[in-house]
């Protein structure tokens, strides 16, 4: 369904995706998940053709997106990171302008935009002007008008930020059907759990990059069976190399002054290593583990944590 | 073309919703020919400075030249333009182009009339296309023709004297300027309609060459378009205001991921300004008759008027944002081109008032073209007269639109996606 090769993107200085290759298959989702500038919007704005790529090429149904732009649009779906309505309209007048735009029209778009509302709980309103709405009420308007026309490729950018959690609840589910129904979905999101919850693969992406790219499961094969321990306290980077090189297995994801990153076999290793630290008289204020998931994967691949 | 109207169906119902500096755009005009209406409706010659009136002396006698003579002293002066033409064939043609406001022909037995005692008369054309400019004429040489009659009863024994004068085959014109600088300063003062008019005015309206409505040009009817032109200018920016503005909010962003093509919504914006603007003119329109009792001429020319000079309004505007990047700008560049074209096309003065370099420069306005076909039409003036500035603004109109559509393609192209 989409296949994208050797795709590089700077603006001025910054690379901000730097080559990158994958493949999404047809009613699949797809996740981008990275940090703030990590590329992901510059990768969704390159396949929605928004953006002209400086290398490589984006596949959609075997169609170059460059060479056959027009036809792509009209199967495609968007949801920008910045919000794109008419705020003096009314959501029930926006739905069906960008519906009708979309090619929708009579019962067809009545019908779907009848449902959308009641799915993201704002049926009674439907006919209040947007810019009356709330901040949350609005990313659900915003989110919906994507998804109207039942695009066959769906392009999500952070769709849930700023949205409650019962109302998430709703907008994942609904992707989630429109996934069954064939529709391939690319989401991209610095939310781990949404990540981990909605897709069926995931690349993590960092400056520009792709690190990996997998199933849930593939990626926590990176970090094996290991957790990931941070540690922190009053100890430089020699003191903490000392005690590290004195251990077998364990491998450094980051080391800094008074910061520690590693990954080990927690039951085995722990208890030696918090005596090391303790004969060299070092204090520890925080040492805490975390099992492998989505976030140690992150850890290992990039050396820090993601935040939210 | 289904998707242009979708576009423009949608930008006039964000209009509908907020329509607040629209209606205050069209107030403007109606509270200025309301108040023009007031301060100028009595005495219309306020309002316009110096009648151009030609005259052809058939007579070519001292009372003749001493006639138009005091036509040109003191106040009359600055009211009355007075051009001398040889022949009246020439005098009529010129009249008919438009060079002049009233045409006022002494004829050949005015002096000799005037020694026997008898009422004579002059004769005064006046231009069918103009009203109340021949009409400030008009009075003027009947006051001037009463003060005339007035002045040969009082001074009959020192016009014996000139009668001498007379006698001699050439009188120099100082002379004749002295005589009538001196007739006009002692008759100031002598109450002119205690004496019974010994020339009498005839005057006669220029037949036309159709028969057409004979409405007339009223304060009101200049003032309203002359300002309305201006205002739609204003209204049709609001709509052109959007491209930048969707723009920047996104919604272009989100369209163009659509099978929308951008020079579609280039499209639906003149199309939108078109409506907008045919809305608001005829709103004007319909105030104007029932409020200011203008009458507008046929109404089948009016809305045609109406039409082509929206259309050349919107094509002008989208011309003039190909040279605009930002909000700011649009408004800076676009109020001052407005205010000056205003300015020169004679939305705010009349063109007659100004140097000639000037009127020349006048014909690159759209209001002067706009204010010609309505006055045109306002007063009955045959198609012939109007159809070339409806075909020529219909036609420029639609060359701005096209050639903006290409150029604004390009340039909401660049930068848009980020
Ligand atoms: N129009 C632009 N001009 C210059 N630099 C840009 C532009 N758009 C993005 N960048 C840069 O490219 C990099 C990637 O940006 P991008 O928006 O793709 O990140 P992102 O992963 O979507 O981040 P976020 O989670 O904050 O939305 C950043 O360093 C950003 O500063
Ligand atoms: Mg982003």
Redesign the pocket.
């Known amino acids: 369904m989409l296949k994208i090769s050797h795709l590089s993107k700077s603006?001025?200085k910054?690379q901000?995706?730097n080559d990158i290759s994958l493949e999404v298959k047809q009613g699949e989702i797809f996740g981008f998940l990275?940090?703030?500038?990590?590329?992901?919007?510059?990768?969704i704005s390159m396949i929605a053709g928004l953006l002209k790529p400086d290398s490589g090429t984006i596949e959609v149904d075997s169609m170059n997106i460059q060479r056959s732009p027009q036809r792509i649009r009209g199967i495609m779906g968007v949801v920008p990171?910045d919000m794109a309505f008419y705020e003096e309209l009314t959501a029930r007048e926006n739905l069906r302008f960008w519906g009708r735009l979309q090619g929708m029209s009579g019962k067809d778009l009545e019908q779907q935009i009848q449902y959308y509302l009641n799915k993201i709980g704002l049926k009674g309103r439907e006919d209040d002007p947007l810019k009356k709405y709330s901040g949350g009420m609005k990313r659900r308007i915003n989110l919906i008008i994507g998804l109207l026309h039942n695009p066959r490729l769906l392009l999500l950018?952070?769709p849930t930020i700023g949205i409650d959690v019962q109302t998430k609840m709703s907008i994942l589910e609904s992707i989630r059907e429109a996934s069954q129904k064939g529709t391939t979905t690319v989401y991209?999101t610095?939310n781990l759990f949404e990540a981990e919850d909605l897709c069926d693969r995931i690349a993590i992406?960092d400056q520009?990059k792709i690190l990996a790219v997998g199933t849930l499961e593939e990626l926590i094969q990176i970090v094996g069976e290991k957790d990931i321990a941070l540690i922190q306290g009053e100890f430089s980077t020699d003191q903490a190399q000392k005690i590290i090189s004195q251990e077998k297995g364990i491998e450094v994801i980051t080391m800094k002054h008074g910061y520690l990153a590693i990954s080990l076999d927690a039951s085995k290793k722990i208890p030696s290593l918090m005596k090391s630290f303790f004969n060299l008289g070092v204090s520890m204020d925080d040492i805490s583990l975390k099992q492998p998931n989505l976030e140690s994967v992150f850890l290992k691949l990039t050396g820090r944590e993601l935040r939210e | 073309m289904k998707r242009v109207l979708l576009l423009t169906g949608k930008d006039f119902r964000r209009k509908w919703k907020n329509p607040v500096v629209i209606v205050g755009f069209l107030l403007i005009p109606v509270v200025f020919t309301f108040l023009f209406g007031i301060i100028f409706g009595s005495s219309e010659e306020n309002v316009l400075p110096s009648i151009k009136v030609l005259s052809v002396d058939q007579d070519q006698s001292l009372f003749s030249r001493l006639y138009l003579s005091t036509l040109t002293q003191g106040e009359l002066k600055d009211m009355i333009d007075l051009q001398s033409v040889p022949t009246e064939e020439k005098a009529r043609t010129l009249l008919n182009k438009g060079k002049a406001s009233a045409l006022m022909i002494i004829p050949s037995e005015f002096g000799d009339k005037i020694w026997a005692g008898e009422t004579t008369q002059v004769l005064l054309v006046k231009n069918p296309s103009e009203q109340f400019l021949p009409q400030i004429a008009e009075e003027i040489s009947d006051t001037t023709a009463l003060l005339f009659s007035a002045l040969f009863q009082v001074f009959s024994e020192e016009i014996d004297q000139i009668r001498e004068f007379s006698e001699q085959s050439e009188i120099p014109d100082q002379i004749i300027s002295s005589l009538s600088v001196k007739i006009k300063d002692r008759i100031q003062g002598i109450e002119k309609y205690v004496f019974p008019p010994v020339i009498s005015l005839k005057q006669i309206t220029q037949k036309k060459d159709s028969e057409s409505q004979n409405n007339s040009l009223t304060v009101q009817s200049y003032i309203l378009p002359a300002i309305s032109i201006m205002f739609l200018m204003f209204i049709c920016n609001i709509v052109f205001e959007d491209l930048l503005r969707e723009k920047e909010k996104g919604t272009l962003l989100r369209m163009s991921i659509s099978p929308l093509r951008i020079s579609e919504f280039i499209w639906s914006k003149i199309l939108a300004a078109v409506i907008i603007g045919v809305l608001c003119s005829l709103f004007l329109v319909i105030l104007g008759a029932v409020v200011f009792s203008i009458g507008w001429g046929r109404t089948d020319i009016l809305l045609l008027i109406v039409l082509c000079l929206n259309i050349l309004i919107a094509g002008f505007i989208a011309i003039l944002y190909t040279f605009i990047r930002t909000e700011r700008q649009a408004g800076a560049l676009l109020s001052s081109v407005i205010v000056v074209m205003a300015l020169l096309g004679g939305s705010m003065t009349p063109i007659s008032s100004f140097p000639l370099f000037i009127q020349k420069i006048s014909r690159f306005t759209i209001n002067y073209w706009g204010l010609e076909a309505f006055k045109k039409n306002i007063t009955g003036e045959p198609m012939g007269q109007i159809w070339p500035i409806v075909l020529g603004m219909l036609g420029a109109g639609i060359i701005f639109a096209f050639i903006s559509s290409l150029l604004l393609r390009n340039k909401l192209k660049r930068g848009l996606y980020?």
């Open positions: 603006f001025d910054v901000a995706v990275g940090p703030n500038g990590a590329g992901k919007t510059t990768t990171q950018d952070e991209t610095h992406m520009g | 980020r």
